[in-house]
């Protein structure tokens, strides 16, 4: 093993006692080890990292400037223990943070959704979509959490979900509505008739009995948000975008009874599971309703709108 190697797994254990998981991290700084000992060259430079960030073919900047940013953090630790090492600068490629644009799901949109979650065949996977779908729109639950639920993760009678080693490695729990512990309870129940001898421990299963994947439910979705007239030429709703919609449904809903977002962004950033409330602003967007809220509570402010 290089020397650069034996640093780069130091690195790895460290950042990894705290709490990151690296796993991206490790094989890109395998890939980088790889290209330094081609070169013959024992440690970072400036020249050979963003030489090795730029070499995959097809690629845009944004990818150039992650893989190079990767590099970076190594070397920032790595300079301490190796004076050689040179930090690559930032802004090295042209790219920034983007963001598409959410679809914000109505109430109604949500309602079409299940009931063509509730139309497919077979009855199982039916079952579990419309389930699914619906738990991602009142908890705004990340598609992957909910698919790696497990049948004792789901507190049918506390009303509770606990969600293990999510993003960021975190567990956390996810009160429910009453409405929603009952319309789970009555997936559990569906899915046992069906499926009286599942392949897997799963909450959620695929029409074979084994964890619904949660790469295979994109098909569907577009199936049937096309059908019911969501998906157009200028709309194209995502799963995730009901994550978006439940973030901004609950901002609305502080507005309308007058509370402050800045007050209670907390307690939406646990329930999300988001590192800090910076996270959560992210997700939240200037409908015409909080705009319009936004506007009257302006308007009621000693001297009105400045």
Not at 190 to 205: E, K, N, V
Not at 267 to 272: G, Q, R, T, V, W
Request: with cysteine; charged share 20%; proline share 7%.
């Amino acid at each position: 093993m290089s020397a650069l190697r034996g640093h780069v797994q130091d690195y790895l254990r460290l950042r990894r006692a705290l709490g990151f998981r690296m796993e991206r991290a490790e094989k890109l700084l395998a890939e980088f080890c790889s290209c330094a000992e081609a070169a013959g060259a024992e440690t970072v430079t400036s020249a050979l990292a963003i030489s090795w960030a730029r070499q995959r073919a097809g690629t845009k900047p944004a990818y150039w400037a992650w893989r190079l940013g990767m590099v970076r953090q190594f070397a920032a630790w790595l300079k301490a223990l190796d004076p050689a090492a040179e930090i690559p600068p930032p802004g090295v490629f042209p790219a920034r943070r983007t963001r598409p644009a959410p679809y914000l799901w109505t109430e109604d949109q949500v309602r079409d959704l299940l009931e063509g979650a509730r139309a497919l065949r077979p009855p199982l996977l039916a079952a579990s979509l419309e389930a699914l779908f619906g738990l991602l729109a009142v908890t705004g639950m990340r598609v992957g959490e909910a698919a790696a639920l497990q049948r004792a993760d789901v507190g049918l009678d506390t009303g509770v979900i606990t969600i293990r080693q999510a993003k960021n490695d975190r567990d956390r729990l996810v009160p429910l509505h009453p409405t929603a512990t009952w319309a789970l309870r009555q997936y559990a129940a569906d899915r046992d008739r069906l499926c009286p001898r599942p392949r897997s421990g799963a909450f959620f299963l695929s029409s074979a009995g084994t964890a619904l994947d949660p790469g295979g439910v994109g098909k569907p979705f577009r199936a049937i948000t096309t059908a019911a007239g969501i998906r157009t030429g200028t709309a194209r709703p995502r799963i995730h975008d009901l994550r978006h919609s439940f973030a901004v449904r609950t901002l609305t809903s502080w507005a309308r009874a007058g509370k402050s977002a800045d007050e209670n962004i907390a307690l939406l950033s646990a329930y999300l599971g988001h590192v800090s409330p910076a996270d959560t602003y992210w997700y939240l967007s200037a409908t015409p309703e909080l705009m319009q809220i936004a506007a009257q509570r302006l308007g009621t402010r000693p001297g009105g709108p400045r």
